[in-house]
């Protein structure tokens, strides 16, 4: 059985710093790309960032680029998103996701299996 499951959000300032980790299991980890998408109220579910198997590949909603960092530790089965200079257009729900495409690995379809969700909130 696959689990995904987030930790790390949190109510911060606008410009604080968060870490979110997504620990997995039930997966052979390093058989799949995994990403973070978000979703504010009364918006629909979005990218954010996504990793490769390896590492060696990222990519990046344009907004975020610049202030998040994703990673992953394969030892440990999880991946990071390191969020700095948080804006209160950050606020949202955010979920990994895993997927066995990188071709798609944008598009929310590609996705089968998510985690719940951490809600980070920032205010002004």
């Known amino acids: 059985q696959v689990q995904l499951g987030e930790s790390g959000g949190g109510s911060v300032q606008a410009g604080d710093s968060l870490t979110l980790a997504c620990r997995s299991s039930g997966i052979t980890f390093t058989s799949y790309n995994m990403a973070w998408f978000r979703q504010a109220p009364g918006k629909e579910r979005e990218f954010v960032s996504a990793i490769s198997w390896s590492g060696r590949m990222t990519s990046y909603l344009d907004p975020v680029k610049g202030r998040f960092t994703v990673s992953r530790d394969n030892a440990k089965n999880t991946v990071y998103l390191q969020m700095n200079n948080l804006k209160p257009e950050d606020t949202a729900v955010y979920y990994c996701?895993?997927?066995?495409?990188?071709?798609?690995?944008?598009?929310?379809?590609?996705?089968?299996?998510w985690g719940q969700g951490t809600q980070v909130t920032v205010s002004s």
């Open positions: 996701a895993a997927s066995q495409s990188w071709v798609r690995a944008r598009e929310e379809a590609a996705y089968k299996n």
